[in-house]
């Protein structure tokens, strides 16, 4: 995931263990449905693919058994989710290289990818349409990106309403904003998306 922002390894869970436990049950959760969407978003088995805030490289090392032609990269910025990617990933021969960087700082260096994945990391970052602009530098020409992410504001509705669980709610994105997060962004990515100059 991405620091300097709304996610710190160690502030959403008192053991890593269970921190990366929860990651990774978040990835196959949905992945019969996931696994379409990356399918019909264009990846194929010769895609140079790179993850952004790739956490514990769990979705490269699905990825990779689905397209085991493909190339993958990483980025991380959290030094623990990067070593554990890097040991989970170590003997996957279809993983070019795992950065130990900001998404800021891999932009500045020449790449051309076929696919960008960012899943469950935009919602975290303080400026999502720098970051967005950044990505698509690093694209090749046509290339595409894919975002998987949040909206809190549809995530939990009840009827009748549960005053007390829509007050949790409220404190949460209210702590992820204040931590310079937007838990409500999935609404707002495909305004962002066309700023950043990316076509359907």
């Not at 009827?159 to 838990?183: C, F, H, N, T, V």
């Amino acid at each position: 995931m991405i620091t300097n922002g709304s996610y710190e390894l160690e502030t959403f869970s008192t053991s890593m263990k269970s921190e990366i436990k929860r990651l990774d049950a978040q990835i196959d959760l949905f992945w019969s449905e996931e696994i379409s969407v990356y399918k019909n978003a264009g990846i194929k088995d010769n895609s140079h693919i790179i993850d952004l805030g790739c956490g514990t490289g769990y979705l490269i090392e699905k990825l990779s058994r689905e397209f085991p032609n493909a190339k993958f990269t990483g980025v991380e910025q959290d030094q623990k989710l990067f070593d554990i990617s890097c040991q989970r990933l170590q003997n996957v021969p279809s993983v070019l290289e795992i950065n130990h960087a900001s998404i800021e700082q891999f932009s500045q260096t020449d790449h051309d990818y076929d696919i960008a994945i960012m899943r469950l990391v935009l919602e975290h970052i303080p400026n999502p349409l720098n970051t967005l602009n950044q990505i698509r530098s690093i694209l090749k020409p046509g290339g595409r990106i894919i975002i998987i992410d949040n909206d809190f504001d549809y995530h939990l509705k009840t009827y009748p309403p549960i005053p007390e669980l829509d007050q949790l709610y409220a404190a949460y994105k209210r702590s992820r904003i204040d931590d310079g997060g937007d838990p409500c962004i999935g609404i707002r990515l495909p305004s962002l998306l066309s700023q950043a100059g990316f076509d359907r």
